[in-house]
């Protein structure tokens, strides 16, 4: 005789997570090339990251994590020598 009580696997629905941005205009999404100019959720200068609203992490060397895992690699812009 078994005297553990039985456990019953209950099944919810799955839920899915609100989209970050919930103001208006909305900010451009993570898959976007206009990325960036998402507004900001957190800030870390000493850290050298920032969180935007789309859900992408931006580096301070430009690079940028996306919520897909995928990684932008760092993209400064050429300075460009100019003749004195």
Not at 56 to 62: N, Y
């Amino acid at each position: 005789m078994n005297s553990a009580p039985s456990r019953r696997t209950l099944t919810t629905p799955q839920r899915k997570n609100p989209p970050m941005c919930q103001h208006q205009p909305p900010c451009p999404s993570a898959d976007s090339p206009d990325r960036d100019a998402a507004r900001l959720l957190a800030h870390h200068p000493e850290q050298g990251w920032s969180l935007l609203c789309n859900g992408v992490l931006l580096f301070e060397d430009t690079g940028e994590l996306l919520p897909d895992g995928q990684i932008i690699a760092p993209h400064r812009p050429q300075q460009v020598a100019t003749a004195a």
